[in-house]
């Protein structure tokens, strides 16, 4: 603990984190963003996938009722 404090302890290892100034600590950063940003990406696909399947089960669902509606409106018969 002693070794710790006298290479300037919390204070310098929080001063390294929010102020990197070797490379190493900035590689680890970047690497950090990178992580973040691969992650916020996967979450959006994530939600679009759910939202384009939540889409499609609708329409789905919905299918039978306008076939039948197309079919009605639409059929050479009904017209002169």
Known sequence: MQEFQDKGGFSSVLNDIFNPV????????????????????????IKMSKDLVDT????????PATLKLKKRHFEIENYP
């Open 56 to 63: 499609l089960d609708a329409l789905n669902n919905e299918r």
């Open 22 to 45: 070797s490379l190493k600590s900035m590689e680890l950063d970047s690497v950090f963003q990178i992580k973040k940003f691969c992650r916020e990406f996967y979450e959006r696909k």
